[in-house]
């Protein structure tokens, strides 16, 4: 009896050991996970393919790795809750990685999110011993030199371009870690003036507002004034033009005048001084009220004519 009690005991336990030799060399794949096998210690297979696969139980170790599983990296902040049905989440700020500075030595505070998907498993398992934390860092490396170049308010206001700009490179510079990971997306969160300095950066903002308006109201004004003052040079230039074209119709005609005086004068000299005389004492007598006619040559008798003996 103590006999079969006790072959009963031991085929109990060889059926168990092998069944737990059978569980443990059992292992099934879902379609996008892979399995990193290692025979004490040395990767000796990677399998892809879903399904239920064999391994030898109790010498290989399987990792299993999702390779369709979006991980996401925080830069900057913290979880420090997870959300709730009744609560959101709440975060705590990392100052070392926050704080930023850009292009003249301006300060900003920042947050990212940065996605990635696992492409090697066994890449991502061996090449590096702290994946996150080699993530973080190779983005903190590229987003400052990034940032160094920009100006505040590029920094402030296109921060969509700036994250476009720096998945290239963050994924370049990764690749050659040998992580085995591809950068889906790169996404700032957060880009703000720091609250210490937001009163200067708000004053600043002002200034450069009131400069800009005043500008364009300087804008405005030449706008109006030099066509004004076009305008009214034309005017003075057409009157000039018109005023030397008079003068110089009326300078001709004298040249003309007394060109003909001057060759009636060398034609008939004696004739042409008493023309002369006779015009010009018209002209210089009409503009007289009272004309008198003395002769001068007489003897004893001054010799007295008015011509207009009735005006006083």
Known sequence: MDKTLTSIVVLIVILAIGAFAVFNGIYNLGNTEQAVIQRFGEVVDIVEEPGIHLKMPFVDTVKIINVNDLRSIQY??????????????????????????????????????????????EAYLFNCADQEGTIRLAFESVLRRNMQSKDLDTALVKKEDIAVEVLPELQKKLNTYGLGINITSVKLTDVIVPEPVQEAYDSVNIAENEKDAFKQQAIRYRNEQIPEADANATVVLNEAYQYQQTRMAAARGDVAAFTEILKNYDQSQEITLTRLYIETMERVLAKTSKKFIIDMNSDNMIKYLPLNPTMN
């Open 76 to 121: 900057g902040y913290r979880i420090d809750q997870e959300a709730t049905t009744s609560s959101s989440a709440t975060y705590i700020e990392v100052d070392d990685e926050a704080i930023v500075i850009t292009s003249g030595r301006k300060v900003v505070n920042m947050g990212a999110i940065v996605q990635y998907k696992i492409v090697d498993a």
